[in-house]
């Protein structure tokens, strides 16, 4: 079952087209994100899912209504920029929002603790919004989008303007409403959001989605990428570039351009066999980014989608050996019994 259903949209303003044939689907209990520049449309997608906006033509199907008014007490929606009258307090607010729904008042004192609690707010419930700090903000909006336990929840750029502390609150309260079973349209410019929360996405360019497809498969190792180490001296760095023309080091790095399998486990044993102390190993080209400038270009995207196997590659052994001795504990959690932090 479709939550969302478009296809072929158009939305214009007088000659002035901002979506162009956009065509998706979003099944229920997922979640969707949509990905493109400033001023693609997502906005503007998002308040025509709304009902806010009306399309000039094409299908747009929401929780089974081709208009949205219709089921707009079963979606909750968290806008971009959020607007208070910061003489409420926070209970106070989501009361007098409340007021506008069906419930009885009993339903909507129970709803309203229930929500500051899921935010983390009750301990600041009755505290003007005007000592709120931006993150406190937002996650009462996520709070007020919730009111109505709606099946669907629309969120546009739900960690814009905010610090990393904010963004890390505000990501891991999504994170845990994602668990819930809601599905959620997400709208944002961050691929860290994208991976950390969303099951699909999409990226909108030219007023249609140029290319989508679901996060998982996007995990394709990248071409090239570079090992920081604590310290190489000369001779271990004599060692290394001889490994392949495609290793390039010096005193605190090494990189690989190209890199494959073989390689990266080669230059990984000559480096745990020198005992040298690795700080990280990191891809030089991030495959989500590389897919979303693909579609922004108009490339055919060139990953290929993958699927992951228990087995674990030479790579991951290595790797593996590399977290017992710094961290005595490997990726699966095994912890090495001869490792420093299980001596007695």
Partial sequence: MHTIEVDDLHKSYGSFSVLCGLTLSVTAGKV???LGPNGSGKSTFIHLLMGFLKPTSGKLCVLGATDPELVSGRIGYVPERLRYHTRYSAREYLHFLGKFSDMDSSTLSTRVDEELKRVGLSNAADRLLATYSKGMLQRLGVAQALLNDPDLLLIDEPT??????????VLDLLAEIRSRGHTIFLCTHYLDEIEYLCDRVGVLAHGRIAAEADVCTLGVASSSV???????????QQRLVQIAPAVKCNATSITL????DILQATVLRTLLDAEASIVSLEPLEHPLERFYLQAVRGEAPSYEPVTYTPSPSKGDTLLNELLRRTYGTDQAGRTDRHSPTNEQ
Avoid: C, F, T, W
């Fill in 257 to 260: 351009d190209p890199s494959n």
């Fill in 226 to 236: 570079k090992i920081q180490v604590k310290q190489i001296n000369p001779v271990l």
């Fill in 160 to 169: 814009s303007g905010l610090d990393p502390a904010g963004q890390r609150e």
């Fill in 32 to 34: 969707y994100g949509l």
